[in-house]
């Protein structure tokens, strides 16, 4: 449906088995591989592919991070990656390395060897991070609380017994 029908061409079809990675986009929010989604059930839910990442015809910080970074080969699994380091970063604003290690986990990537897209985890963090204290210090704020980490995951599906 996303490919052939919305044009959106990110979020490839690798196993049809929710093994890959490869099509991980966000259901409402929630991180999942969209094969294992049948487009009926997503109907009225909002539905964002690595396409929705860029603003403004720009590429998202983890986009640019992950080209950077060298995480970018052949490309077959960096639209998946990005959304599975978008839906991590989004959760979970300052990852340890295994917590970045356990999100690409379920991302299978034949070219790279993870350490380019370990890297531009820890790089959009660093970047993040550096633009936060910018801002606070224009606007003299005081130090915040951070947000509730959340790890990523994906949605159970019936099929598998409702894991994922």
Do not use: W
């Not at 993040?128 to 224009?138: C, K, T």
Request: glycine share 12%.
């Amino acid at each position: 449906m996303l490919r052939e029908r919305l044009g959106l061409a990110g979020a490839k079809d690798g196993c049809s088995q929710g093994e890959c990675g490869a099509c991980n986009v966000q259901v409402d929010g929630r991180l999942v591989a969209s094969c294992l989604v049948p487009a009926a059930t997503a109907a009225g839910s909002e539905v964002r592919t690595v396409e929705g990442l860029a603003a403004r015809g720009e590429p998202s910080d983890v986009q640019r991070a992950l080209a950077r970074c060298g995480a970018v080969q052949c490309g077959f699994c960096i639209p998946g990656m990005a959304m599975t380091m978008h839906d991590l970063l989004e959760g979970n604003h300052a990852p340890s390395d295994v917590e970045a290690r356990r999100a690409l986990s379920g991302n299978l990537c034949r070219c790279t060897g993870y350490q380019g897209a370990l890297r531009a985890v820890q790089e959009v963090v660093a970047e993040r991070r550096a633009a936060a204290q910018a801002a606070a210090a224009r606007a003299g704020a005081a130090d915040e609380q951070p947000p509730e980490v959340r790890i990523p995951h994906q949605l159970p599906h019936p099929h598998d017994g409702g894991t994922a």
